[in-house]
């Protein structure tokens, strides 16, 4: 089996529906770390960026598993810009940096993938009942 068979195979759209709940399991973990390192310095608010890109993460995880066709913009835009952070991390020597560009590496391949892209086209509108 040759590389473009196997990547033609690849159900795309079920790992990118994957990460994305890892993803949003990983900031929640975040967000709950904030929220207690808050609690023992008194200021709360600092969960605010955190709860923020956790809902963020898992609204669009919840919108491509129901095959919104702007949860694909919405994934390739966010991951274009972690991508962009990440390189930045990673040049200014930050533990970060690796893992937010392999995630966010592996996350634009699976979305080029061709059944991704078939997303961004709208399904048809289904005919109203009218009586």
């Not at 560009?101 to 289904?126: F, K, N, Q, T």
């Amino acid at each position: 089996m040759d590389v473009c068979t196997r990547w033609r195979r690849l159900d795309a759209e079920h790992w990118v529906h994957v990460l994305g709940m890892v993803l949003t399991t990983v900031l929640t973990l975040w967000t709950v770390a904030a929220v207690l390192a808050g609690l023992a310095v008194g200021l709360v608010v600092a969960a605010v960026v955190p709860a923020a890109i956790a809902s963020l993460v898992g609204g669009l995880t919840s919108a491509w598993r129901r095959e919104r066709s702007w949860a694909w913009w919405g994934w390739t835009v966010l991951a274009v810009v972690v991508l962009l952070c990440a390189l930045l991390a990673v040049l200014d020597m930050r533990a970060i940096g690796l893992p937010a560009l392999v995630v966010s590496g592996v996350l634009l391949l699976l979305l080029v993938h061709p059944d991704s892209r078939a997303r961004i086209e709208s399904p048809s509108p289904s005919p109203s009942f009218r009586p």
